[in-house]
């Protein structure tokens, strides 16, 4: 089994929330537009089943050999983006029939992008920040 734990990731901009605010609606309808999700989405990722036994294998080391991550980006993930005692072999042909396409894809469910604003406590005014949320999967 391959079990990974929920993340959330908070990016924050170099815009103020009063920058974002007037386009909030447009940014939110590009973010639906611009990122596959829900159930039998395709990802923009064009993979083989090779590629996906490659990135079960690698990890994250996978996204970054592919160009769709940057290697910072391994301090912000649980065990950098890779677990060793992970057994890719035990996924099933068939989660792996299902899961191909979705690679690249934010899923359905309790996975989601959003517009926020935050602030540090004696920051002034708000920045405008994207928060990415995925809950936890298993694949048996």
């Known amino acids: 089994m391959l079990c990974s734990q929920c993340g959330v990731r908070l990016i924050r901009t170099n815009l103020h929330e009063s920058d974002v605010r007037p386009v909030q609606e447009r940014l939110t309808q590009s973010l639906f ?14 993979t083989r089943a090779a590629d996906l036994v490659e990135a079960l294998e690698m990890g994250m080391d996978w996204s970054l050999r592919e ?14 983006g890779r ?15 299902r899961g ?12 989601y992008w959003s517009a926020v604003g935050a602030q540090r406590a004696a920051q002034r005014p708000r920045r405008a920040c994207l928060l990415r949320r995925s809950s936890c999967y298993c694949w048996h």
């Open 100 to 111: 191909l396409p979705q690679l690249g894809t934010l899923g359905a469910g309790n996975h």
């Open 83 to 97: 677990m060793l005692s992970a057994d890719p072999s035990k996924v099933s042909a068939r989660a792996k029939k």
């Open 67 to 80: 160009g769709y991550a940057w290697s910072e980006d391994k301090e912000h993930c649980e065990e950098f």
């Open 33 to 46: 537009d611009h990122i596959p999700v829900g159930v039998g989405s395709k990802g923009v990722i064009p």
